[in-house]
């Protein structure tokens, strides 16, 4: 996200919009792109034209367009105090996941910032559609979400890709002042009476994770301000685990690597799924490698 020059911000004229807009400016601030997209989706089903014919005033779709541009600009100019970053309003008629997929074919943005709802009314955007077809990284806001970064938290299962991650999470702490943790979550094989882990097997458990994070450690170049804790899961959702660390640390984001193929452990396809479905009330931030993602994309939908 650092690195991150254009962004995509869709919308869907809901109260979400404000605090999108809102948490999308104060991030701004902090992330410096040089250009922000916002999209809005226009229903090409017959509920427009429902809509417009509600208001006698409007003459055509078009006038129609044009006064949802303006309600966008004016929600802008709420929230961006002299932006440094260019804003772009663009409305498109379509189905908005799909119109999405579309649009992110032919927009060069590296971005994509959405909308996570849980307590508004609203379909919104299909997550998994989303997750599957667009290569970029991909940040998801709840309604709840906090205009701060003090505290930042980011999956890990000691790869190259989690490495990546934990250095977007340093760049980001050092720049709002804030801290780092990477969790590493493992679990004992699965217990059945009365095949049960003796206490040295659960040791020997232990300090195989130890080992494998201290080679992690010596990889990569793992900044200094990022701490490593290591969670043991015991039951439910991997995510859960997720979860209570994100109360443990009072964390405001989470950011988690993405992989195209040959996912593995515990920051899998899978994985990656149920943490965009979980409601964490904080935004979780998939990174991806764009081009590496893109050509898994071409590949898998190649003749």
Known sequence: MINSKHWMVCLDLTKMDSILIGYVSFLAKIS???TVTFLHVVDSGPQTL???EQFPEIESKEEFLDLLRADIHEKLDESFDEPEAELRVIIKEGKPTNTIIEVSKSLDFDL???GKKTGYVG???LPKQILKYVATSILFVPENSRYQLENILVPIDFS???ASATAVASKLAKISGGAVTAQHIYEYKAQFFPYLMSEEEMKRVDQK???KKNAFLNSYPIPGNVNISLSRHNKGKLADTVYDKVLNTQADIIIV???AKRFSALISHDFT??????AFGVPLLLLRNQKKYQEYLDDLFSD
């Open 273 to 278: 799924d149920k943490m965009v479905n979980y």
């Open 123 to 125: 379909e919104g955007i």
């Open 50 to 52: 429902e809509i417009i």
């Open 257 to 259: 690597a993405s992989k």
């Open 112 to 114: 994509l910032i959405v």
């Open 32 to 34: 410096q792109p040089t």
């Open 160 to 162: 190259e890709q989690s």
């Open 209 to 211: 994770t130890e080992d």
